[in-house]
């Protein structure tokens, strides 16, 4: 099945760091990826759409500064969290999808830890 | 915002036998869909229902649809200890999922 590699999987740092989060499809190409954010032991709650070659979708309540998405390639988003605050610390998913009426695919998650 | 409610939120049952988890959502959709979810993995998909479909198999599972009530099962035969996961329904439209608040299925061995 479809691959998709999340990178890292886990980060520790201090407050005021901003961090990186790769989410790349490794067998197909995605021109669209969804970021999601998981608090403990609750649902996935989406962030944002992220397209190939343009601007990401922002959720409401999202802030586009905060979590700045780039998806320059059909095989590569990445999620940036901005002068990074404890309340940041989440859970975060990303996945690709391969359009209407098909499943998406999901990376591994990236545990966010600021301190 | 959260559509998919799942029911119950918990379930604990002994090696073989069935789980049968619930499902309900309140808008339109174009399909939904069954994830499971390991702790502190991402969520692997398990099978896709279209809102014109009223029932499917794949393995073990068997899902069901019901666009009359809002309403969705699945239903896991023969469980195994390795199916003790958190499974979440998910709502499609538009290319977009809507997830539920999962429910955590524990299989005793």
């Known amino acids: 099945g479809a691959v998709v590699s999340q990178h890292p999987s886990r980060v520790i740092c201090k407050s005021g760091t901003s961090v990186k989060i790769e989410c790349r499809s490794l067998?197909?190409?995605?021109?669209?990826m969804f970021w999601y954010r998981q608090f403990p032991k609750q649902s996935l709650m989406l962030m944002a759409t992220s397209n190939e070659g343009s601007k990401a979708t922002y959720e409401q309540g999202v802030e586009k500064d905060k979590f700045l998405i780039n998806h320059a390639s059909l095989t590569l988003s990445t999620l940036t969290v901005t002068s990074a605050h404890p309340e940041d610390s989440s859970f975060y998913i990303c996945s690709a999808g391969a359009g209407v009426n098909q499943p998406q695919h999901f990376g591994d998650g990236t545990r966010l830890s600021i301190l | 915002s959260q559509q998919g409610e799942e029911d119950p939120q918990a379930l604990s049952i002994q090696e073989g036998e069935n789980a049968t988890m619930n499902c309900s959502y309140k808008?339109?959709?174009?399909?939904l869909q069954w994830y499971r979810q390991n702790s502190g993995r991402g969520l692997v998909h398990l099978i896709l229902i279209r809102s014109n479909e009223r029932e499917k198999h794949s393995g073990r599972l068997r899902v069901t649809l019901d666009t009359s009530k809002k309403s969705s099962s699945l239903l896991i035969t023969a469980s195994r200890a390795a199916d003790t996961a958190s499974y979440f329904c998910?709502?499609?439209?538009?290319?977009?999922?809507?997830f539920g608040k999962g429910i955590t299925l524990s299989v005793r061995p």
């Open positions: 808008t339109s959709i174009n399909n």
């Open positions: 998910a709502t499609g439209a538009n290319s977009k999922l809507t």
């Open positions: 067998d197909f190409q995605a021109t669209t």
